[in-house]
Nanobody
Framework: VQLVESGGGLVQPGEPLRLACVAS????????MSWYRQAPGKEREMVAV????????KYADSVKGRFTISRDNTKNTVYLQMNSLKPEDTAVYYC??????????WGQGTQVTVSP
């Protein structure tokens, strides 16, 4: 099983960034996918969740209206489009997978840094 996040980097406030997470080794289309993030010295927090078929989506209040989660089950990939980035969005971003309940798999994460 592998979850490989990519697309992170250093951007200025207000700029966009698109993260991708490619999954392998399990039946991707059967799993809820999420984006979580963890900033230095803070607990890991949920950013967005998308159901297995993509019909149900939930966002953290802090990113509503700025971030969009989506998935392509033909490519075993989940995306996070991040617009209007703020310094407080700086964190390592992860894309865990869940078949229901606890998260079964986690990737290594990708660093997002928002700084002038």
């Amino acid at each position: 099983v592998q979850l490989v996040e990519s697309g992170g980097g250093l951007v200025q406030p207000g700029e966009p960034l698109r993260l991708a997470c490619v999954a392998s080794g399990f039946t991707f289309s059967n799993y809820f996918m999420s984006w979580y993030r963890q900033a230095p010295g803070k607990e890991r927090e949920m950013v967005a969740v998308i159901s297995s078929g993509g019909g149900s989506i939930k966002y953290a209040d802090s990113v509503k209206g700025r971030f969009t989660i989506s998935r392509d089950n033909t490519k075993n990939t989940v995306y996070l489009q991040m617009n209007s980035l703020k310094p407080e969005d700086t964190a390592v971003y992860y894309c865990p997978a869940s078949a229901g309940g606890n998260y079964d798999y986690w990737g290594q994460g990708t660093q997002v840094t928002v700084s002038p």
